[in-house]
């Protein structure tokens, strides 16, 4: 690693947080793990615990270009990992939402969140080599690895994607990561919802580089990124009207700062079959993910939702505001809830890490 | 054909899988026809505790389908439907026996086709993929099973079943599908998978490229990487696996070269064009002796022919060959194979070397006869110091091919006893009486101390 990859703060709290745990451990009082803060209010159940600040244990440990792999600490803002991997020509392809500079590498694996480019590059789920993280029982444990090729052990890295930190401290994570796009385009088309998602999942099915598809108040957006032969012939045999200052609007969509976002009240996330069919009676929706990732505003009976997106395939969450008292979460059958309540405490018998934050009984 | 095989006589073609060294004979062989009678026969097995091990078409390389001597062998290859396609979601429901190759093959018509192509494919079940979490020539690009799965219908040990994972792109909860992806059928039993589609490339091409050492093709294969081109497929062959591939299937390798690689890059007609100029002119900066660009799609064929002839074809050299799966960071390629070549004369065995140059996963192929207990020993022990070195310079014990009961006794050198602890806690909240598959994939926790101090060989309980 040079000098010029060095961010300007670098430093291992790890003992630090050892600590912290084997105290919350000894009195049976649970932590509420934060980063950045930047998802406080998002996804999670509130609780109401002692913070454990991981905000500091943070830097690069590794970044090796050619072989497509870095290690940062959980508490690095991505702004720093971006900004090294962009040195040289690499990215991360999730596209994470960067919620104003402050997201870290370990917020955004416990929170599994990627940005448009989901469908087609993947999610941190997908990029995540390897982890470190301290569990429960304040054993600090390696799972994964820095190859791209690891199937040695159950892969407990992956499953920290989503998990909320209620299986463990990350404090390093190693992704796979890609060169960035030679070239992007995106074209816009006028068209209904329903027209829309089969016109993304037709598209989504043809051999082009697409990158991005959204729908939102009567407009569909595809965009193209790649190699720049493969782009203009695309934009050429596709057509449509080619978007200008495109980055921004998907930095929009990304960082949920459309317009469509602004309302402050319950906003709602169906995860859903890409191509099933689009429901109009919950009110405005912005579809995203070529049809996979679908949002609705608005004070909804919980049950009504769940219905649907259980006839979508899929499930649905209360992503913010609303009451985050109750449950936020599809439920799940018995027989899945006692496995999830048995693998949770495998990894935290004494319920400190951030109990109830996925589900009251997690 | 029958259901039940009680017979030893009958059940000798269900004694191993593809790593013939380890095998034994079941209580029964049991070969269902329903997802229903997979769910009794867990039950039952649940009852009286008899462990279960599950088996697809037995082409593993680790032994994780060994049979257990006093337990069930759950082959799933009856269950072998294609159930439906959706075209739109570009997604197909298909259930465990189902190989790995007939659901591209039926998804072609479509433009379609399921991206992970492991060497075994004509014969792999998309079952044993999942529990494998299986890779293949196309990765670095396309992706390992885990990437290219949406859901999984699965039976827990008591038999209950499962849906886990979504037709979205992600489930509410803790991702039992990354879990089980991988988990060498110790977590439950898959009856049903519905795997991602994607469209076939318009056009693909192979740069075939001689060099005089494997470390200046492992910089040719760096000099890729930074040039910002993922190809869809990035192999190395050494000199010994050259010239076996190439007494089989006369395609075309320069037999002088120390090394090969095999780039195939896919897309659009134009970024194939693009691409494959600049991986030419790369790979002759880096000083290829020999450089050839498929020209169409018979020789783009034969070109991989050779690559995916590679293990039959050090068959036909050695009466038996070994095959090792560790993955290293490509930056200490060079390193490693000259630290195997060294090994190779310490233990006077041949081996022949193929390497996923693109992600690091190399093959080691130890050539050795099988007749002869010594050098049984001897290829095992130089398989584990392999492993061990791959593990050392930062890399890992298994790149695709699972631990089984092969790579047990190299757990405790790629993890601590904590993190072996931990997985074992996950197998516990899965399956507390370890029925399914015992004596796979990691080692139990009491045997521990044991597996440090014995080399590999017939740990399993």
Same mark, same amino acid.
């Given at each position: 690693?040079?000098?010029?990859?060095?961010?300007?703060?670098?430093?291992?709290?790890?003992?630090?947080?050892?600590?912290?745990?084997?105290?919350?451990?000894?009195?049976?009082?649970?932590? !509420?793990?934060?980063?950045?803060?930047?998802?406080?209010?998002?996804?999670?159940?509130?609780?109401? !615990?002692?913070?454990?600040?991981?905000?500091?244990?943070?830097?690069?440990?590794?970044?090796?270009?050619?072989?497509?792999?870095?290690?940062?600490?959980?508490?690095?803002?991505?702004?720093?990992?971006?900004?090294?991997?962009?040195?040289?020509?690499?990215?991360?392809?999730?596209?994470?939402?960067?919620?104003?500079?402050?997201?870290?590498?370990?917020?955004?694996?416990?929170?599994?969140?990627?940005?448009?480019?989901?469908?087609?590059?993947?999610?941190?789920?997908?990029? @995540?080599?390897?982890?470190?993280?301290?569990?429960?029982?304040?054993?600090?444990?390696?799972?994964?690895?820095?190859?791209?090729?690891?199937?040695?052990? !159950?892969?407990?890295?992956?499953?920290?994607?989503?998990?909320?930190? +209620?299986?463990?401290?990350?404090?390093?994570?190693?992704?796979?990561?890609?060169?960035?796009?030679?070239?992007?385009? +995106?074209?816009?088309?006028?068209?209904?919802?329903?027209?829309?998602?089969?016109?993304?999942?037709?598209?989504?099915?043809?051999?082009?580089?697409?990158?991005?598809?959204?729908?939102?108040?009567?407009?569909?957006?595809?965009?193209?990124?790649?190699?720049?032969?493969? @782009?203009?012939?695309? @934009?050429?045999?596709?057509?449509?009207?080619?978007? +200008?200052?495109?980055?921004?609007?998907?930095?929009?969509?990304?960082?949920?700062?459309?317009?469509?976002?602004?309302?402050?009240?319950?906003?709602?996330?169906?995860?859903?079959?890409?191509?099933?069919?689009?429901?109009?009676?919950?009110?405005?929706?912005?579809?995203?993910?070529?049809?996979?990732?679908?949002?609705?505003?608005?004070?909804?009976?919980?049950?009504?939702?769940?219905?649907?997106?259980?006839?979508?395939?899929?499930? @649905?969450?209360?992503?913010?505001?609303?009451?985050?008292? +109750?449950?936020?979460?599809?439920?799940?059958?018995?027989?899945?809830?006692?496995?999830?309540?048995?693998?949770?405490?495998?990894?935290?018998?004494?319920?400190?890490?951030?109990?109830?934050?996925?589900?009251?009984?997690? | 054909?029958?259901?039940?095989?009680?017979? #030893?006589?009958?059940?000798?073609?269900?004694?191993?899988?593809?790593?013939?060294?380890?095998?034994?004979?079941?209580?029964?062989?049991?070969?269902?026809?329903?997802?229903?009678?997979?769910?009794?026969?867990?039950?039952?097995?649940?009852?009286? /505790?008899?462990?279960?091990?599950?088996?697809?078409?037995?082409?593993?390389?680790?032994?994780?389908?060994?049979?257990?001597?006093?337990?069930?062998?759950? /082959?799933?290859?009856?269950?072998?439907?294609?159930?439906?396609?959706?075209?739109?979601?570009?997604?197909?429901?298909?259930?465990?026996?189902?190989?790995?190759?007939?659901?591209?093959?039926?998804?072609?018509?479509?433009?379609?086709?399921?991206?992970?192509?492991?060497?075994?494919?004509? #014969?792999?079940?998309?079952?044993?993929?999942?529990?494998?979490?299986?890779?293949?020539?196309? /990765?670095?690009?396309?992706?390992?099973?885990?990437?290219?799965?949406?859901?999984?219908?699965?039976?827990?040990?008591?038999?209950?079943?499962?849906?886990?994972?979504?037709?979205?792109?992600?489930?509410?909860?803790?991702?039992?599908?990354?879990?089980?992806?991988?988990?060498?059928?110790?977590?439950?039993?898959?009856?049903?998978?519905?795997?991602?589609?994607?469209?076939?490339?318009?056009?693909?091409?192979?740069?075939?490229?001689?060099?005089?050492?494997?470390?200046?093709?492992?910089?040719?294969?760096?000099?890729?990487?930074?040039?910002?081109?993922?190809?869809?497929?990035?192999?190395?062959?050494?000199?010994?696996?050259?010239?076996?591939?190439?007494?089989?299937?006369?395609?075309?390798?320069?037999?002088?070269?120390?090394?090969?690689?095999?780039?195939?890059?896919?897309?659009?007609?134009?970024?194939?064009?693009?691409?494959?100029?600049?991986?030419?002119?790369?790979?002759?900066?880096?000083?290829?002796?020999?450089?050839?660009?498929?020209?169409?799609?018979?020789?783009?064929?034969?070109?991989?022919?050779?690559?995916?002839?590679?293990?039959? #074809?050090?068959?036909?050299?050695?009466?038996?060959?070994?095959?090792?799966?560790?993955?290293?960071?490509?930056?200490?390629?060079?390193?490693?194979?000259?630290?195997?070549?060294?090994?190779?004369?310490?233990?006077?065995?041949?081996?022949?070397?193929?390497?996923?140059?693109?992600?690091?996963?190399?093959?080691?192929?130890?050539?050795?006869?099988?007749?002869?207990?010594?050098?049984?020993?001897? #290829?095992?022990?130089?398989?584990?110091?392999?492993?061990?070195?791959?593990?050392?310079?930062?890399?890992?014990?298994?790149?695709?091919?699972?631990?089984?009961?092969?790579?047990?006794?190299?757990?405790?050198?790629?993890?601590?006893?904590?993190?072996?602890?931990?997985?074992?806690?996950?197998?516990?909240?899965?399956?507390?009486?370890?029925?399914?598959?015992?004596?796979?994939?990691?080692?139990?926790?009491?045997? /521990?101390?044991?597996?440090?101090?014995?080399?590999?060989?017939?740990?399993?309980?």
């Amino acid at each position: 690693m040079t000098d010029q990859h060095r961010p300007l703060q670098s430093e291992n709290r790890s003992e630090h947080i050892i600590d912290a745990l084997q105290q919350a451990r000894k009195t049976r009082s649970p932590v !509420y793990i934060n980063g950045g803060g930047s998802k406080q209010h998002l996804m999670g159940r509130n609780c109401d !615990y002692t913070v454990l600040d991981v905000s500091e244990h943070r830097g690069i440990v590794d970044y090796q270009p050619q072989e497509l792999v870095i290690t940062a600490r959980a508490g690095t803002p991505l702004v720093d990992i971006i900004a090294v991997l962009a040195a040289e020509g690499q990215s991360l392809s999730f596209e994470p939402p960067l919620f104003n500079g402050i997201a870290t590498l370990g917020g955004t694996l416990a929170c599994n969140l990627s940005g448009p480019a989901r469908p087609w590059s993947g999610s941190i789920r997908d990029m @995540v080599l390897g982890v470190q993280l301290i569990n429960g029982k304040c054993e600090q444990l390696n799972f994964g690895g820095k190859v791209i090729k690891n199937v040695a052990g !159950y892969d407990v890295s992956r499953l920290q994607a989503g998990a909320l930190g +209620t299986l463990g401290v990350l404090c390093e994570v190693s992704l796979k990561v890609l060169p960035r796009a030679e070239k992007t385009l +995106t074209l816009c088309y006028d068209m209904s919802a329903p027209e829309a998602v089969r016109h993304m999942n037709q598209r989504a099915g043809q051999p082009k580089p697409l990158s991005g598809a959204f729908w939102l108040n009567g407009q569909l957006h595809l965009r193209v990124s790649g190699a720049a032969s493969a @782009v203009d012939s695309t @934009v050429v045999q596709w057509g449509g009207e080619i978007v +200008t200052s495109d980055d921004i609007l998907w930095e929009q969509l990304r960082e949920m700062t459309l317009p469509f976002f602004k309302d402050t009240g319950a906003l709602w996330r169906f995860s859903v079959q890409s191509s099933a069919e689009v429901r109009l009676d919950f009110g405005t929706t912005l579809i995203d993910w070529c049809g996979a990732q679908r949002w609705v505003h608005g004070e909804h009976p919980a049950e009504a939702l769940q219905q649907a997106a259980v006839e979508a395939g899929g499930h @649905v969450s209360l992503f913010r505001g609303g009451d985050r008292n +109750t449950e936020v979460r599809s439920p799940l059958n018995s027989v899945e809830q006692g496995l999830q309540q048995r693998l949770k405490k495998s990894f935290d018998p004494d319920g400190i890490l951030n109990p109830g934050r996925l589900y009251s009984w997690l | 054909m029958e259901c039940i095989i009680e017979e #030893a006589e009958s059940q000798r073609p269900f004694e191993c899988d593809a790593l013939s060294l380890y095998s034994d004979l079941p209580l029964l062989v049991v070969l269902p026809e329903t997802v229903e009678q997979v769910q009794q026969v867990l039950r039952v097995c649940h009852q009286l /505790c008899v462990p279960v091990v599950a088996r697809g078409a037995g082409t593993g390389l680790s032994a994780g389908a060994m049979p257990h001597p006093e337990g069930i062998l759950l /082959c799933l290859s009856k269950l072998d439907r294609i159930l439906d396609i959706d075209v739109l979601a570009r997604t197909a429901r298909v259930q465990p026996g189902v190989s790995n190759l007939s659901i591209s093959e039926a998804a072609a018509s479509h433009r379609l086709y399921y991206a992970p192509d492991p060497s075994s494919q004509i #014969a792999c079940t998309i079952g044993g993929n999942v529990s494998e979490n299986s890779g293949g020539v196309h /990765c670095l690009k396309y992706g390992l099973t885990v990437h290219n799965i949406l859901s999984l219908n699965v039976l827990t040990v008591e038999g209950e079943a499962l849906t886990i994972g979504s037709m979205g792109l992600d489930s509410p909860g803790y991702d039992l599908m990354a879990l089980l992806t991988g988990s060498e059928g110790l977590l439950g039993i898959i009856t049903e998978v519905t795997v991602r589609l994607l469209p076939l490339p318009e056009l693909a091409q192979v740069v075939m490229a001689g060099f005089d050492s494997v470390s200046t093709a492992g910089d040719a294969v760096g000099a890729i990487i930074a040039a910002g081109i993922i190809p869809a497929g990035l192999e190395m062959m050494d000199r010994l696996a050259i010239q076996a591939a190439e007494d089989f299937a006369q395609a075309g390798y320069p037999r002088e070269a120390a090394a090969i690689l095999l780039c195939e890059v896919d897309g659009t007609s134009e970024e194939v064009a693009q691409h494959t100029q600049e991986i030419a002119r790369l790979f002759e900066q880096h000083g290829a002796t020999s450089l050839t660009i498929s020209r169409d799609e018979a020789q783009r064929a034969l070109l991989w022919k050779g690559r995916k002839a590679a293990f039959p #074809a050090i068959g036909r050299l050695s009466p038996d060959y070994y095959c090792m799966d560790g993955t290293i960071p490509r930056s200490q390629l060079s390193f490693v194979l000259n630290e195997i070549y060294r090994l190779s004369e310490q233990y006077a065995l041949p081996v022949a070397n193929v390497f996923h140059a693109g992600d690091g996963n190399l093959h080691p192929l130890i050539m050795f006869d099988a007749s002869d207990p010594m050098a049984i020993h001897r #290829a095992e022990a130089f398989g584990a110091k392999i492993l061990e070195l791959s593990v050392s310079v930062g890399g890992c014990i298994t790149g695709e091919h699972g631990v089984g009961v092969e790579k047990l006794g190299q757990m405790t050198s790629q993890f601590t006893t904590q993190e072996l602890l931990q997985f074992e806690d996950i197998k516990h909240a899965f399956d507390p009486a370890l029925n399914l598959n015992p004596g796979k994939g990691i080692p139990i926790l009491k045997r /521990c101390q044991e597996y440090r101090a014995l080399p590999a060989r017939h740990q399993h309980d």
